[in-house]
C-alpha cells in the first residue's frame, strides 16, 4: 500500500512509518510531500494520509498520529503502547515532559533531520532508533521487570 505524510519528517513522521512498516504493512511505500498538497496527492494516488491536519490518522482528540494508528489497528502490545507514551510526549509540544524519555528522543530526530534532510534516507538510518526503542519498551514492561 502507499502511505502519505508531509515531508520534512521529525518525531511523529518518523515513528508512524515504522509502526506501519513493521506491525501493518511490511511493503508500505511512504510519500512525502508538501503539507498544501497532501489531499490533493491523497485523490491521486489512493494513498493512506497520516500525520496532516484533519485526516483520520493525525492528531486527534489529544492522540498524536502514531496513537491514532495504534488505536485504528486495534494493536495491543505492551512494549509498543509504552512506546506510544513515549512518541506522544516527544511530538507534543506542550506534553514534553510528561515522559523523561521524550527530550533525548526529540533532540535525536532534531540531529537526524539535520544529517539526513531527505525524508527516505532519514527514515532508513531513524528505524534503527525505534527498533532499538522498542526492544527497550518490552523489557520496561515485561512482568517482573
Known amino acids: 500500500m502507499k502511505w502519505l505524510t508531509r515531508s520534512h519528517v521529525h518525531v ?3 515513528a508512524c512509518p515504522w509502526l506501519i512498516t513493521r506491525f501493518i504493512d511490511n511493503d508500505a511505500e511512504f510519500l512525502f510531500v508538501p503539507k498544501s498538497q497532501v489531499d490533493k496527492v491523497a485523490a491521486e494516488t ?3 494520509p497520516f500525520d496532516a491536519p484533519g485526516v483520520e490518522l493525525g492528531h ?3 492522540r498524536c498520529s502514531f496513537e491514532s494508528i495504534i488505536l485504528k489497528y486495534d494493536l495491543k502490545d505492551p512494549g509498543l503502547l509504552r512506546l506510544a507514551q513515549i512518541v506522544h510526549a516527544a511530538d507534543v509540544a506542550e506534553d514534553l ?4 524519555i521524550a527530550r533525548g528522543l526529540e533532540a535525536i530526530a532534531a540531529g537526524y533531520s539535520l544529517r ?3 525524508d527516505e534516507e532519514n527514515l532508513v538510518h ?3 532508533v525505534y527498533d532499538a526503542l522498542y526492544a527497550w519498551c518490552r523489557v520496561q514492561v515485561a512482568p517482573g521487570s
Open 60 to 62: 486527534q482528540a489529544g
Open 126 to 128: 531513524q528505524f534503527e
Open 97 to 100: 515532559d510528561q515522559d523523561p
Open 12 to 14: 511523529d513522521r518518523v
Open 116 to 118: 539526513y534532510p531527505l
Open 46 to 48: 489512493g494513498a493512506i
